[in-house]
C-alpha cells in the first residue's frame, strides 16, 4: 500500500523559506511522477509543483522563481523549497504520487505565511 507522509510545515514570516518533505512507501518510487498541491481556505486544491521520473519539473505561474521541486529516488522523497514566502502561500500543502491512473495522497502539512 503506497503511503506518502509530509512534513516540513510551520509559520514563517513574508519573505522565509520554508523546505517540505514528501516520504513515500510502498510503490516503484522511481518510475512514478510525484507533485506538490496546496489549499486554502475556501478555495479548491491547485497545483503547486510537479516532477516526473525524469526530473522534468513544471510549476504553477504564482510560485515560478520562488519554489523549487526535487526528489531523491535513492530516500523515496520528493522536496518542495519554498523561498520569498507570501502570505497568499498559506493553505495546506499536499504531496501525491501517480501510479499509472491511480494517484495517492499525502494527509497534509500546513504551512501559514504573516505578514
Known amino acids: 500500500q503506497v503511503q506518502l507522509v509530509e512534513s516540513g510545515g510551520g509559520l514563517v514570516q513574508a519573505g522565509g523559506s520554508l523546505r517540505l518533505s514528501c516520504a513515500a512507501s510502498?510503490?516503484?518510487?522511481?518510475?512514478?511522477?510525484m507533485g506538490w498541491y496546496r489549499q486554502a481556505p475556501g478555495k479548491q486544491r491547485e497545483l503547486v509543483a510537479r516532477i516526473t521520473s525524469g526530473g522534468f519539473a513544471n510549476y504553477a505561474n504564482s510560485v515560478k522563481d520562488r519554489f523549487t521541486i526535487s526528489r531523491d529516488n535513492a530516500k523515496n522523497t520528493v522536496y518542495l523549497q519554498m523561498n520569498s514566502l507570501k502570505p497568499e502561500d498559506t493553505a495546506v500543502y499536499y504531496c501525491?504520487?501517480?501510479?499509472?491512473?491511480?494517484?495517492?495522497w499525502g494527509q497534509g502539512t500546513q504551512v501559514t505565511v504573516s505578514s
Open positions: 510502498g510503490s516503484i518510487f522511481s518510475i512514478n511522477a
Open positions: 501525491n504520487e501517480e501510479e499509472g491512473l491511480r494517484i495517492y
